[in-house]
């Protein structure tokens, strides 16, 4: 199936560009069925905004840390959620070790 390029337009910005033969073919190697709606530029700024924040979470400043003692080996440490009572929190190191051993567990309980 032979494709030729398209000239699409940007659905934020309003201006034209082109959605190359070779563009068609990685989509569809991706499978995916939809055309972009967005132009480089756009989708670009669009990623960038993801990545550092501005999507999907507020910009209200430095996040929130809890101070915590290890359960494995006193060390102090920080957390970026509040420690239940009765549930083991440990700090960055032996939460990595405890998770290396256990094959995965828990996303809770690692400190910085």
Known sequence: MLQ???TLV???CGSQFT???SEQQFYASKGFTNEPRRC???RSAR????ETGGYGRSNSGPRQMYDIVCAN????AQVPFEPR????????DCYSRERASSGGGSSRGYGR
Do not use: H, L
Request: proline share 7%; aromatic share 8%; hydrophobic share 10%.
């Open 4 to 6: 030729s390029d398209k």
């Open 10 to 12: 940007c659905s934020n």
């Open 19 to 21: 959605f190359t033969a």
């Open 40 to 42: 480089p530029t756009c």
């Open 47 to 50: 990623k960038n905004e993801r």
């Open 73 to 76: 080996c006193g060390k102090e």
């Open 85 to 92: 009572q009765g549930r083991p929190v440990y700090c960055n």
